[in-house]
T-cell receptor, first 114, second 110 residues
Framework: SQTIHQWPATLVQPVGSPLSLECTVE??????LYWYRQAAGRGLQLLFY??????ISSEVPQNLSASRPQDRQFILSSKKLLLSDSGFYLC?????????????FGAGSRLTVL | GENVEQHPSTLSVQEGDSAVIKCTYS??????FPWYKQELGKRPQLIID?????GEKKDQRIAVTLNKTAKHFSLHITETQPEDSAVYFC?????????FGAGTRLTVKP
């Protein structure tokens, strides 16, 4: 069966520091991978999605970036965090191969920027 | 890109009553419409979904309806229970691009 791992679970970082959140999926190949952000009490904002290595779509221009160094690994990064980057970050995956498919979320990473 | 609107933002019902949450979408090409339930501090979990070639789908106390012409879809929960209390998200997807509504906080009062 497929599983998705996301870490760290919680993170407290000062303004201006870098960020790296990692997500890996097991038990499948060529998945679609996603990063969403959820601000406190708010909805799910799509940040990036990837249908393959070196194929990453950015939905929101900001100081975040995403990379997919391996087929089942998705990394969210920032060089300098802002206060507004605080939130609950969720990685998700869906089966690849085209068409709309069920999205499964990781457990999330709660980021607090001070 | 796709834009999904969800209403109401909060909903309070008495245990045993029904709850209805409504969503509209902007891209008529969207073809997959899932609903997720998120309990406090946890990840969203899929509860039901519907594809564009189907008008209605039911799973025990939960049902979803889709009106492609009007570009809206709804979640219906019957005989609500306190454990149904959570935030519910609708979403619309075209191929790999899935967009979510802002969420509805449902409270079921015992």
């Amino acid at each position: 069966s497929q599983t998705i791992h996301q870490w760290p679970a919680t993170l407290v970082q000062p303004v201006g520091s870098p960020l790296s959140l990692e997500c890996t999926v097991e038990g499948t190949s060529n998945p679609n991978l996603y990063w969403y952000r959820q601000a406190a009490g708010r909805g799910l904002q799509l940040l990036f999605y990837s249908i393959g290595i070196d194929q990453i779509s950015s939905e929101v221009p900001q100081n975040l970036s995403a990379s997919r160094p391996q087929d089942r690994q998705f990394i969210l990064s920032s060089k300098k965090l802002l206060l507004s980057d605080s939130g609950f970050y969720l990685c998700a995956w869906s089966p690849g191969g085209g068409g709309a498919n069920v999205l499964t979320f990781g457990a999330g990473s709660r980021l607090t920027v001070l | 890109g796709e834009n999904v609107e969800q209403h109401p933002s909060t909903l309070s019902v008495q245990e045993g009553d029904s709850a209805v949450i409504k969503c509209t979408y902007s891209d008529s090409a969207s073809n997959y419409f899932p609903w997720y339930k998120q309990e406090l501090g946890k990840r969203p979990q899929l509860i039901i979904d519907i594809r564009s070639n189907v008008g209605e789908k039911k799973d025990q106390r939960i049902a979803v309806t889709l009106n492609k012409t009007a570009k809206h879809f709804s979640l219906h929960i019957t005989e609500t229970q306190p454990e149904d209390s959570a935030v519910y998200f609708c979403a619309a997807s075209l191929n790999n691009d899935m967009r979510f509504g802002a969420g509805t906080r449902l409270t079921v009062k015992p």
